[in-house]
């Protein structure tokens, strides 16, 4: 057995060790749902595409009631059920059902305003209640710091759903093959995890939690403000761009996501360490992502072309003297992601009031200024963000100074 001398080198040793692991886990989903999105602009028409990114876009603001499920159970509950994976599970599970219910009933309105099938939207959002079961099993490891399963999961939800969108998308190009796809492969991929967690057999007799409704909500508040704010250009983009032009921003939207999701385990090794406010993981996590989100900008400016033609093809070429700016605006979006984090951490209350304020500023602006052009959006989306994140850095400050005091 081998004895830590030094118990700050032996954590900087695991957190390091998580980051790599973690990194190389999420790195596949991300990876192929960038092969999906570029194989699917080469596969639709830019039409289709248009509503490929507006599909892709409801799902992600639907996300975090996963996200939510997954940080409150690797910040909170996991601590008071440490051994007992069947109660939380369940929980999670119950969550799931209730929002595949809600799902059918959101999906045909939202069918009418983007323009969408019916069947097309409800695959594709009933994917997120299969989202939630597997954020539940994801907190678990988070919180518990198994990075190996953590990873794997990782992996696995990667190779589910983008792989299942490729494989239908080869077989019948149309919009419903990527439907079916999200939901498939989401769906594999929580019972996958499921016996990758381990230890969780017949979760559905264990007795139900009562104490966390609250603090999820609290929690997904935060998050769901955040990527409504993410994915709110993509979305405004299909309404009021031509056709065409929202084929063409959903392109240029793929190198904010990039640099949005690129560094983001980071933050998920660090997230449950931000609790501890004498930490520094906050700070380790800002100027992480801050590093990685500077050299891509700096690649996304100085090779927009081979971006452009890497992601889209030579239909998107438009897009070579703006790309970089997508890339400032998705990096802004991964620091200001950190900083909520923090916020998550320590119960923060007042986070998705200032945050539904901005979404809601940028939208404004967008509608009533008639902000019609990809690059004017873009703009819009940049300046509110950085607002954002300077308005919570200060509140992170004043916080943080209290504490010390």
Same mark, same amino acid.
């Given at each position: ?303 927009? $072309? &081979?971006? @452009?033609? #890497? =992601?889209?093809?030579?239909? !998107? ?7 970089? %700016?997508?890339? +400032? ?38 509608? $009533? &200024?008639? @902000?019609? #052009? =990809?690059?004017?959006?873009? !703009? ?7 607002? %954002?994140?300077? +308005? ?14």
């Amino acid at each position: 057995m081998i004895k830590i001398k030094n118990g700050k080198t032996y954590v900087k040793q695991k957190i390091i060790k998580g980051v790599v692991l973690v990194g190389l886990g999420l790195s596949v989903p991300q990876i192929l749902a960038y092969i999906a999105s570029v194989f699917a602009a080469r596969v639709l028409e830019p039409i289709q595409f248009g509503a490929f990114g507006t599909m892709q876009g409801i799902t992600q603001i639907g996300q975090p009631l996963g996200l939510g499920i997954q940080a409150f159970i690797a910040s909170r509950l996991i601590k008071k059920y440490k051994k007992n994976y069947k109660a939380i599970l369940r929980y999670g599970f119950e969550v799931s059902l209730i929002v595949f219910l809600a799902n059918i009933l959101l999906s045909f309105p939202l069918s009418k305003l983007f323009s969408i099938d019916y069947l097309v939207l409800i695959l594709t959002i009933g994917s997120i209640s299969p989202f939630i079961f597997f954020s539940t099993q994801l907190g678990i490891a988070q919180g518990k710091e198994l990075f190996r399963k953590l990873a794997l999961m990782y992996v696995v939800f990667g190779l589910g759903r983008s792989v299942s969108v490729i494989i239908g998308l080869i077989i019948y190009p149309k919009l419903i093959s990527v439907g079916i796809g999200f939901f498939i492969g989401t769906f594999l991929s929580a019972i996958i995890s499921h016996f990758i967690l381990d230890k969780s057999a017949k979760f559905w007799k264990s007795k139900r939690l009562n104490d966390s409704s609250k603090g999820l909500i609290q929690t997904t508040q935060i998050l769901l403000a955040l990527y409504v704010l993410v994915n709110v250009d993509i979305l405004i983009a299909r309404v009021t761009l031509s056709p065409d032009n929202s084929g063409i921003y959903a392109v240029g939207l793929l190198v904010a996501k990039i640099a949005f999701f690129m560094p983001q385990a980071i933050t998920v090794v660090m997230f449950p360490r931000m609790g501890e406010n004498k930490s520094t993981a906050l700070s380790y996590a800002f100027i992480g992502t801050l590093l990685i989100g500077f050299f891509y900008v700096l690649f996304s400016f100085f090779a927009g $072309n &081979f971006v @452009v033609k #890497a =992601i889209g093809g030579s239909k !998107y070429l438009q897009l070579n003297e703006e790309v970089w %700016l997508f890339a +400032i605006e998705g990096v802004f979006f991964a620091l200001l992601q950190v900083i909520l984090y923090s916020r998550i951490s320590r119960n923060d209350t007042i986070a998705p009031i200032i945050l539904w304020f901005g979404t809601l500023i940028a939208v404004i602006i967008i509608w $009533n &200024f008639k @902000v019609n #052009a =990809i690059i004017e959006i873009v !703009y819009t989306l940049i300046f509110v963000t950085f607002i %954002l994140i300077i +308005i919570f850095v200060i509140l992170e400050f004043f916080d943080r100074k209290r504490l010390f005091v």
